[in-house]
């Protein structure tokens, strides 16, 4: 089966850091670039940062550059978003999606579950 399955959400404190992990099965992850998208409490989706399929080229929303970091481990199929300096407002639902080709200036056609991010004293 084609699936995407994110990890790692939970409760922190502001200022605090968390790591996300998406395992990737089904396809030829390495092909492809990936993307996290998140959505908060009551607001519309919002893409958050993408990475190409060879980990040569990184992008990031103005809201998170400069405190979270896209990666990825192509061998173990997984990608990654390390957040640092967290804020209330990043407190959202985070998905890991997958585009339609090597770069991510494309669409995204493939969606995990989702993995709750809460940012809260």
């Known amino acids: 089966e084609v699936q995407l399955v994110e990890s790692g959400g939970g409760l922190v404190q502001p200022g605090g850091s968390l790591r996300l992990s998406c395992a990737a099965s089904?396809?030829?992850?390495?092909?492809?670039?990936m993307s996290w998208v998140r959505q908060a409490p009551g607001k519309g989706l919002e893409w958050v940062s993408g990475i190409n399929s060879g980990d040569s080229n990184r992008g990031y929303a103005d809201s998170v550059k400069g405190r979270f970091t896209i990666s990825r481990d192509n061998a173990k199929n997984t990608l990654y978003l390390q957040m640092n300096n967290l804020k209330p407002e990043d407190t959202a639902v985070y998905y890991c999606?997958?585009?339609?080709?090597?770069?991510?200036?494309?669409?995204?056609?493939?969606w995990g579950q989702g993995t709750l991010v809460t940012v809260s004293s």
């Open positions: 999606a997958k585009y339609h080709n090597m770069w991510f200036n494309g669409y995204l056609e493939l």
């Open positions: 089904g396809f030829t992850f390495s092909t492809y670039a």
